[in-house]
């Protein structure tokens, strides 16, 4: 089971089932999440960190996820 990231702005920090998989900047993300899925239900949180620059209405950037973001199951 691969979790895609197309485009995002700002970091992003992933976690599955209350598992972190740590915090990505660079895009675009593809994480291998087999071994921390069940078979039954799954929770997936994503947080995505503003900028600064958005904070300070310094420029008009969106911060967020931006792209696709999808489960490939092979």
Same mark, same amino acid.
């Given at each position: ?9 700002? $970091? ?6 209350? +598992? ?11 994480? $291998? ?8 239900? +799954? ?15 310094? +420029? ?15």
């Amino acid at each position: 089971i691969v979790l895609k990231f197309s485009e995002i702005s700002g $970091e992003v920090e992933i976690s599955i089932n209350g +598992n972190s998989l740590g915090k990505y900047a660079v895009q675009p993300i593809e994480l $291998e999440i087999t071994e921390l899925c069940t078979q039954k239900r +799954n929770q997936i949180e994503i947080k995505v960190a503003n900028t600064i620059d958005n904070v300070l209405r310094m +420029n008009s950037r969106v911060s967020g996820l931006l792209g696709e973001v999808s489960i490939d199951v092979y």
